[in-house]
């Protein structure tokens, strides 16, 4: 496997472990489909739109935390990504400097 395809399965891995297509399409669904059947009445009417209402901004708000928790995640691994990229072109560079300054004798350590 070649390391973009392996940085590239990363990205898919944390954005499915995080369920965001499903957290887009329910973004507005109750929460836990928590909502009451109507009542009759203008008192029935007013305590389903509020307990609506109510359970539908906790969904926003867990959700919203949730996005906001991939995009840091996401953020998080492109970083690393990149790191381990630069190290990964650079280290046949670095053998071979830590090559010659074994064979000359001028490591720090010796």
Known sequence: ????????????FT???????????????PWK???EPRKAGLDGF????V????????????RLFLIVACLVVLVIVGFLSL????????????LLAALVYLFEGKLPWL
């Open 1 to 12: 496997m070649d390391l973009v395809d392996f940085i590239k399965s990363i990205f898919i």
């Open 15 to 29: 954005l499915k472990s995080f369920s965001i297509k499903t957290v887009i399409k329910t973004f507005l669904s």
């Open 33 to 35: 489909k928590m909502v």
């Open 46 to 49: 007013r305590d389903w739109l």
């Open 51 to 62: 307990d609506n209402l109510v359970s539908r901004g906790v969904a926003i708000i867990m």
């Open 83 to 94: 790191v381990f990229f630069i190290l990964w072109l650079i280290m046949p560079a670095i």
